[in-house]
């Protein structure tokens, strides 16, 4: 295998100081890369890596993104994808983007591989790998589909692109849809407002693992220990608008609302598939703590619902979003 560890040097080109990322999952898409993960492309090549393989074993969030790609050594295999030419400066932000851990056991690693691109060009470039792969398992049908439209564009292998398209992607259980039919109706919760959500973040203790968190998704709100809440973003907050953006490829944190008004209701989604992933972020938080753990509901958001329900007119429009994040 023509692969070494990090220690290895990263100057790929003795005439300049760009590093190459091998780019096998999101990071295909070059948009993406640009205008979300708001890293500077210099240029883009398509290529393949000899012994090493596309798997889904790269650790996700349960119920809603189960896996993601993950760069597997394997003799005789081909990774398809897109090498990208950066900055060190942007290299940097790709490995901070990507949780790339130099040390330990967790996050990613990375591995210097030799490319050979599709124009004949073979050259050095970085991949990243799992320090710690799980059981491989279906991704998100959004993941796949950022996957295979970044496949296209790059105009990769089309029998490789045919059997990425052809992947499984994760489905909820019955037993998780079963739980939807149980959470209650916003106006039977007691009320809760933006403002006064937001300040149970003042009462979180950071020291006490069990400490308790609100969130709120599609104006229902979770309280949950601070241990099952992953992200400090979504604390005392509605994160249904960001996450519609997440899944519409629109950078989180460059157009973040901080979850006021006006809220992006489902009905002004652009597909079922938009609407089936919210519900996925909320089958998430269901899980850490079931339909007890919904203690109130977003004042403001069950008011632009309701609103909504009598008029023809859509919400109104969230601002522009940024390119840049």
Not at 212 to 240: A, Q
């Amino acid at each position: 295998m023509n692969s070494s560890s990090d220690q290895a040097s990263s100057d790929q080109d003795t005439t300049d100081t760009t590093v190459w990322s091998f780019g096998f999952g999101s990071n295909m898409n070059v948009d993406i890369v640009k205008n979300k993960k708001g890293v500077a492309v210099i240029e883009h090549i398509a290529g393949c890596v000899k012994n090493w393989t596309l798997s889904f074993t790269a650790g996700g969030l349960d119920l809603v993104e189960p896996s993601m790609g993950n760069a597997t050594p394997m003799d005789g295999g081909e990774l398809h994808g897109v090498a990208l030419r950066l900055t060190p400066e942007d290299m940097t932000k790709m490995d901070k983007q990507e949780g790339y851990n130099p040390t330990g056991d967790r996050g990613y690693a990375k591995v210097e591989v030799t490319v050979s691109a599709y124009n004949g060009r073979t050259f050095k470039a970085w991949v990243y790998s799992s320090r710690k792969p799980k059981p491989s398992q279906p991704c998100s049908s959004r993941y796949l589909n950022i996957l295979v439209s970044g496949a296209r564009d790059a105009g990769l292998d089309p029998t490789y692109i045919d059997r990425l398209a052809e992947r499984p992607t994760y489905k909820p259980s019955p037993s998780v849809l079963s739980l939807r039919s149980e959470i209650p109706e916003l106006g039977s919760l007691p009320p809760m407002t933006v403002e006064e959500l937001a300040k149970t973040k003042e009462d979180v203790d950071e020291d006490d693992p069990d400490s308790n968190v609100h969130v709120s998704i599609h104006g229902l709100i979770f309280r949950l220990p601070k241990s099952k809440v992953f992200f400090k973003s979504h604390r005392g907050r509605d994160i249904t608008a960001r996450f519609s953006r997440h899944f519409r490829g629109i950078s989180m944190d460059a157009n973040d609302d901080f979850g006021k008004p006006p809220f992006r209701l489902p009905r002004d989604f652009d597909s079922e598939e938009e609407r089936e992933y919210l519900r996925m972020w909320q089958d998430h938080y269901l899980s850490k703590g079931g339909v007890g753990s919904i203690v109130a509901h977003l004042v403001e958001y069950r008011a632009q619902l309701e609103t909504a329900s009598t008029s023809s007119t859509p919400s109104p429009p969230n601002p522009a979003p940024a390119k840049n994040a």
